[in-house]
């Protein structure tokens, strides 16, 4: 069964860090663009961040330019959200998402979806 398992989330201060994990099945790994979305309260699901596996490479919305790395690890399957300078418009349940187009915003290009990870930042 194909699926992505995110862990992670928690509390943190403003100013604070937090890294995401996201795991996934060996074909999705290997097979998929994978990327980041975040839905805050009583907002839709937006686009975070996206990685490539070859050529590498990572597209990150302008809100988190600077602060957030979108990084993997092949032997683990696994990719990583380092969050740093975070602030309360952070605050959100991400979701790790494998997808068939790079760099995409859309959630309809996303496949697979994880059950997501809660961020709370307070100020």
């Known amino acids: 069964q194909e699926q992505l398992v995110e862990s992670g989330g928690g509390l943190v201060q403003a100013g604070g860090s937090l890294r995401l994990s996201c795991t996934a099945s060996g074909r999705i790994f290997s097979t998929y663009v994978m990327g980041w979305f975040r839905q805050a309260p009583g907002k839709e699901r937006q686009f975070v961040a996206a990685?490539?596996?070859?050529?590498?490479?990572?597209y990150y919305t302008d809100s988190v330019k600077g602060r957030f790395t979108f990084s993997r690890d092949n032997a683990k399957n696994t990719v990583y959200l380092q969050m740093n300078s975070l602030n309360p418009e952070d605050t959100a349940v991400y979701y790790c998402a494998a997808g068939v187009r790079f760099p995409s915003l859309s959630l309809s290009d996303y496949r697979y979806w994880g059950q997501g990870t809660k961020v709370t930042v307070s100020s």
């Open positions: 990685i490539r596996r070859s050529p590498s490479m990572t």
